[in-house]
């Protein structure tokens, strides 16, 4: 498995990855496929990560891994290589969403917290404040 920052001719394969799988995509643009990376065996893309950042934070955006990859370890080596990016970036404090995914994130180190220990930065997200439901779980992970 290879990882690789995502390009702009990635958005379909991404947007459509996180619309099937049920993940915010109105507030992607193709700009933001910088802050994406990409998982590939054998050339063929297999899973995707991003990062919203905001000064010395961020926010995780959609981690997704394709059905026949998934329990292949795509999924943590996205969130892991993400993290050390996001370390060389100056980020020292990880936010993320979920709503079925918190089990998952709390076995990669993530703590679940209250909606309202978000930072300003975070909450004012379209992710945050539109498009992922009240009940979604905020995690939070120190780097």
């Given at each position: 498995?290879?990882?690789?920052?995502?390009?702009?001719?990635?958005?379909?394969?991404?947007?459509?990855w996180?619309?099937?799988?049920?993940?915010?995509?109105?507030d992607?643009?193709?700009?933001?496929?910088?802050n994406?990376?990409?998982?590939?065996t054998d050339?063929?893309?297999?899973?995707?990560v991003?990062?919203?950042?905001?000064?010395?934070?961020?926010?995780?955006r959609?981690?997704?891994?394709?059905p026949?990859?998934?329990?292949?370890g795509?999924?943590r080596?996205?969130v892991?290589a993400?993290?050390?990016?996001?370390?060389?970036r100056?980020?020292?404090?990880?936010?993320?969403l979920?709503?079925?995914?918190?089990?998952?994130?709390a076995?990669l180190g993530?703590?679940a917290?209250g909606?309202?220990?978000?930072?300003d930065?975070?909450?004012r997200?379209t992710?945050?404040?539109?498009?992922c439901?009240?009940d979604a779980?905020?995690m939070?992970?120190v780097?």
């Amino acid at each position: 498995m290879k990882l690789r920052r995502a390009g702009t001719a990635d958005f379909e394969t991404i947007t459509g990855w996180l619309a099937a799988a049920r993940l915010p995509v109105a507030d992607l643009s193709i700009d933001d496929m910088s802050n994406f990376l990409l998982a590939e065996t054998d050339g063929v893309p297999v899973g995707t990560v991003g990062l919203e950042q905001f000064d010395g934070i961020a926010l995780l955006r959609s981690l997704v891994v394709v059905p026949h990859s998934q329990g292949s370890g795509a999924g943590r080596r996205l969130v892991k290589a993400l993290e050390t990016e996001a370390a060389a970036r100056g980020i020292d404090e990880f936010w993320l969403l979920t709503t079925d995914a918190d089990t998952y994130f709390a076995k990669l180190g993530w703590t679940a917290v209250g909606r309202d220990e978000a930072p300003d930065s975070i909450r004012r997200t379209t992710e945050f404040s539109k498009l992922c439901p009240a009940d979604a779980v905020v995690m939070r992970k120190v780097l």
